[in-house]
């Protein structure tokens, strides 16, 4: 069974930075395209960032683009989100998400195979 646990949210200033990681486990890592949603209150679940299995390609909405950037490391079976210049609006749960396809097509959010659970960012003074 494949797991996909979150880790390193929190409470930070706007202008600040957070790094988010996911940890999976029951399946090869380098099989899977990764990626991260968020889903803020009475919105809709969206896209973040996507990556490719081995890392070559990644995928971002203008929203994050330039702030936020995904990276693995296929040693560790971890996908990271590093996010800079946070602003109030990306306050969210942060969810992780993997399917055994493309990153193009986890972008999409119709192809998520496996969700993580979340872990909630808040940006606020």
């Known amino acids: 069974q494949v797991q996909l646990v979150e880790s390193g949210g929190g409470l930070v200033q706007p202008g600040g930075s957070l790094r988010l990681a996911c940890a999976v486990s029951?399946?090869?890592?380098?099989?899977?395209?990764m990626g991260w949603f968020r889903q803020a209150p009475g919105k809709e679940r969206d896209f973040v960032a996507t990556i490719s299995w081995n890392g070559a390609t990644t995928y971002y909405p203008d929203s994050v683009k330039g702030r936020f950037s995904i990276s693995r490391d296929n040693a560790k079976s971890t996908v990271y989100l590093q996010m800079n210049s946070l602003k109030s609006e990306d306050t969210a749960i942060y969810y992780c998400a993997a399917n055994r396809r493309t990153a193009r097509t986890l972008s999409g959010g119709g192809a998520v195979e496996y969700w993580g659970m979340g872990t909630q960012v808040t940006v606020s003074s």
């Open positions: 029951g399946r090869p890592f380098n099989t899977l395209a």
